[in-house]
Structure formats: C-alpha cells, structure tokens
C-alpha cells in the first residue's frame, strides 16, 4: 500500500516560516492534499491539488508538491496555526482505489 | 448551508456491532461522493471506507469484509454497518465528503466516538 511520511514535529517562532513535508514514492505524479487539525475538532481542508486554496484559508497557507515531496509552507505563523497537519493523497495502484494520510505532523508555536 | 453529521456511535463490546449515520443537508449524497475517517485517540487520520455517487464501494484493508458503506438517498443519509468490532476499532469516525474520486475532503462532520470494549 501507498505510505506517505511526515516528520512527528515541527517547532516555529511566531512571524516565522514553517514547512511541512510529506513523502512518498512518486508523489509528484499524484495530487497532494493537505489539513488542519486542532484538538478535538474536524480536520480541515487548508490546501488542494498541491496548491489550491479553498475559499477562507489565509494566503499564508501554500502548498507545492515535486519528486517524491510535497511540501506544507505556512508564512508569518501566528499562535493559531498550532495544529496537528496531514497530506493525503488518492492512490489508484492497488486493486481498488484508497485514501492515504500521511503520518501527520504536529506543529508547535514557540 | 451544506453539512454533515455523524450519530450512532457507543460502546460495544469486542464481537460485537454497530451501525453509524452520516445525515448530509444542503446537499444530496446520491450525486456525491462520501467517506468515513476514522482516528485512533491520539493517532492519525485513517480512511475506511468511500461509496461513490454511481454507487460503487470501496474499503480499508483493515475493514474488509466486516464494514459496510451504504445510503439511502429518501434520508438523504449514508451508514457504515460495522460488524465483528476489535478493539483497534475504537475511534472516532467521521463522515466527509470528497470533491471527485482523487479529489480532496473539502466537507466533514463533528465526528462520533467509537469504544469497543473487552
């Protein structure tokens, strides 16, 4: 099955840029999506098709995806940002179709 | 305002079943896709299952054979019937609804707890 890996944490000072990573075999031939989210609330959809914003996410939220990673930027990170954050992909390889989540990766505002 | 919401979900004993709702509004689930997520307490998002708007069904490896997705498009609502429960099934679930078959989950719900007990 298709794995996608994140690092555990990633730690940040406010006004800062964070990037989260996400690998995978080839992942650039796949569309990358990406979510927030907080303690005890639903995921949220922060990026799509790599680099899509949905209406309502900040600008500060950009995603870029080539090779074998797909990369999370959040720009001038304030202390809301801290969430946990996963990268998902729809893989077609296997016998039947499947979401993948990446590891996810919990980001802390220093 | 579109939306859904997840109910059903108790404890169970280990053997046992359960049958959990997704109730969509603002939309209809017969020309949409839905999927249940589930998380682990303290672990990560995991997919389970997906039922696509001609209605196909597709399944997590760990849960074929005892989930099953369906909908009833009168209720505008889609179950997970969830059989032969183990204890690594204890999660919260969650509904959510993807934007094509490779597309992102731009909609979820609140989620609805799961504790399967020895």
């Known amino acids: 099955s298709y794995v996608l890996t994140q690092p555990p944490s990633v730690s940040v000072a406010p006004g800062k840029t964070a990037r989260i990573t996400c690998g995978g075999n080839n992942s650039g031939s796949k569309r990358v999506h990406w979510y927030q989210q907080k303690p005890g609330r639903a995921p949220v959809l922060v990026t799509s098709?790599?680099?899509d914003r949905p209406s309502g996410i900040p600008e500060r939220f950009s995603g870029s995806n080539s090779g074998n990673t797909a990369t999370l930027t959040i720009s001038r990170v304030e202390a809301g940002d801290e969430a946990d954050y996963y990268c998902?992909?729809?893989?077609?390889?296997?016998?039947?179709?499947?979401?993948?989540f990446g590891t996810g990766t919990k980001v802390t505002v220093l | 305002e579109e939306q859904l919401v997840e109910s059903g979900g108790g404890l169970v004993q280990s053997g046992g079943s359960l049958r959990l709702s997704c109730a969509a509004s603002g939309f209809t689930v017969s020309t949409n896709y839905i999927s249940w997520v589930r998380q682990a307490p303290g672990r990560g998002l995991e997919w389970v299952s997906v039922?696509?708007?001609?209605?196909?069904?597709y399944y997590a490896d760990s849960v074929k054979g005892r989930f099953t997705i369906s909908r009833d498009n009168s209720k505008n609502t889609v179950y997970v019937q969830m059989k032969s429960l183990r204890l690594e099934d204890t999660a919260v679930y969650y509904c959510a609804r993807p934007t094509y078959p490779m597309g992102s989950f731009d909609m979820w719900g609140q989620g609805t707890m799961v504790t399967v007990s020895s």
């Open positions: 039922i696509y708007s001609g209605g196909s069904t």
């Open positions: 098709y790599d680099s």
């Open positions: 998902q992909v729809w893989d077609s390889t296997s016998d039947h179709p499947s979401y993948v």
